[in-house]
């Protein structure tokens, strides 16, 4: 009888410590929360604070003078609800009242939604999209992307 | 009373509502669909029926209130939009919904222009009347939104100019041309015939992104039932909306020649709960006064309940006045006022 190898981490104190990482590195980014607007297209300019909450409540959707497209998470994200709480103090669902009455007004269209806090398909779709923008904790955003504005509390 | 309905229509809010997010359901990167709903249980102390296209009565209620919608989007190029939306209007059966637009848009540089079935923009909320989920109340306030007997939509064309004027201010301004068209309004029993033969209006918006203020204009010339007597409407309406902290603010006016109404409602936010109360007035046309205290609570992002209480008076004293009513009291031997309790749930997919 085969006598199995036992693995690198399951001792309990081991997996006790990678659990306790996991929860860390899941919630590490809460504690100094600032998020980068970016894109990952050069050529779109700097935002104020006041345009990326015109462009965040859908009252705009132009920069440049050229139509954007805007990315945005689940509803369960932990991205989603920090960030609009930072940037207006709104819920998600409160945020979602306010798409809805442009959706269903026909004034805007509703953003494209990135699953599961996956930032590496975000800079994808940006990058297929040259015209979209989207928002990530600062630390997880690539180097090579174009940072709009950096949205942090207390602004 | 229509119970198997009602638990139709939530088993279909709590189905659809299951997606991850207000995102619409990507058919193809091009074509959405998208849709909202509400249902109530509403009762008042009154036998005459209250409300337009509603008529809530003492006899418990289940389906005075529902609404279901679906909205298609389909992006034909990158300035050609065709859009559809097909509503369950409380007034619908299930089996004859109404289409409430069916447009198609052209972005030229500021410029948006449509052409088909379109909503009319004269309230705040007139242009996202039957998605609850986008405003705190269960019902927007009917002394304003009850001015035109209900009528939603026109058959015609519009264009829109919207400007950023900075980086925190933008403008629209929208003037809009229906078409003649007959509108069909049941009152109990009675069939109502409204037919336009001019329709034409400007709306305008001035918004920030924690306001916005909005004008609206229209002239229709219009008879009942095929009447010899025409008469012309020339409505103004104004209102404002100011987010400020965890308070909402909003109020609008609406004026005619046979009518001046309006409301002021504030709401106050504490994470998924929403108290609000509105007080609103009606004159001349509609002479009555309410004050509507209510709670909505957030189940989930895109699931919300409503707990409401609303007074309702007639304020004249002439025999045969009926407010907001849809007949006099006097008929159902009743007294002018209401007391109206609803528990209403509201969604969006």
């Not at chain 2, 007959?182 to 400007?202: N, R, W």
């Not at chain 2, 909003?250 to 309006?262: A, G, K």
Request: charged share 20%; hydrophobic share 35%; glycine share 4%.
């Amino acid at each position: 009888m085969n006598k199995k190898k036992p693995s690198m981490l399951t001792s309990p104190p081991q997996t006790l410590l990678l659990l306790w990482f996991t929860f860390i590195s899941t919630f590490a980014y809460a504690e100094d929360t600032k998020f980068a607007v970016f894109s990952m297209n050069p050529d779109l300019p700097k935002i104020s604070n006041s345009k990326v909450r015109m462009i965040y409540k859908g009252k705009t959707d132009k920069l440049n003078n050229k139509k954007i497209e805007l990315a945005d998470w689940e509803n369960n994200s932990r991205y989603k609800e920090e960030f609009y709480k930072i940037l207006l103090g709104k819920t998600v669902s409160q945020v979602n009242g306010y798409w809805a009455s442009l959706a269903f007004s026909g004034k805007a269209s509703l953003p494209h939604i990135i699953d599961g806090d996956n930032v590496d398909e975000l800079v994808s779709w940006l990058k297929e999209n040259t015209h979209g923008i989207g928002y990530a904790p600062s630390p997880l955003v690539p180097e090579d992307a174009n940072i709009l504005i950096t949205i942090e509390k207390g602004q | 009373m229509n119970f198997p309905k009602h638990i139709i229509s939530s088993i279909i809010a709590l189905t659809l509502t299951s997606t991850p997010a207000l995102a619409a359901i990507e058919i193809t990167p091009d074509f959405n669909l998208s849709g909202f709903g509400s249902t109530s249980i509403a009762k008042s102390d009154n036998k005459t029926p209250l409300y337009l296209n509603r008529e809530i009565t003492d006899d418990t209620c289940y389906d005075c209130d529902t609404i279901f919608g679906i909205q298609l989007d389909y992006d034909i190029t990158d300035d050609l939009a065709a859009s559809l939306q097909w509503v369950k209007r409380p007034q619908d059966e299930w089996s004859d919904p109404e289409v409430e637009w069916a447009y198609l848009s052209y972005d030229i540089s500021d410029l948006t222009v449509r052409g088909g079935r379109l909503r009319l923009p004269l309230f705040l909320a007139s242009q996202y009347y039957y998605v609850s989920q986008a405003y705190y109340w269960s019902r927007p306030p009917q002394e304003v939104y009850d001015s035109i007997a209900g009528i939603t939509f026109y058959d015609g064309g519009d264009i829109t100019w919207k400007r950023d004027l900075s980086d925190e201010l933008s403008l629209s301004v929208n003037p809009f041309y229906g078409s003649n068209r007959t509108y069909s309004i049941e009152i109990t029993d009675i069939k109502v015939d409204i037919e336009t033969d001019l329709l034409i209006g400007l709306a305008m918006d001035l918004s920030g992104y924690d306001y916005r203020f909005h004008y609206a204009y229209m002239r229709s010339k219009y008879n009942v039932n095929g009447g010899d007597t025409t008469t012309t409407l020339n409505l103004h309406s104004f209102g404002y909306e100011l987010s400020w902290k965890q308070f909402q603010f909003m109020s609008e006016v609406e004026t005619d020649s046979t009518q001046t109404n309006w409301y002021v409602s504030t709401a106050y936010n504490i994470n998924d709960f929403t108290t609000y109360v509105t007080y609103a007035e009606g004159h001349q046309a509609i002479p009555s006064q309410s004050i509507t205290p209510g709670v909505r609570y957030d189940i989930t992002p895109t699931i919300s309940v409503n707990l409401e209480y609303q007074y309702e008076n007639i304020t004249s004293n002439e025999p045969f006045s009926q407010g907001l009513f849809v007949l006099p009291p006097e008929l159902y031997s009743e007294k002018k006022d209401a007391n109206l309790v609803t528990f209403m749930v509201n969604f969006i997919f």
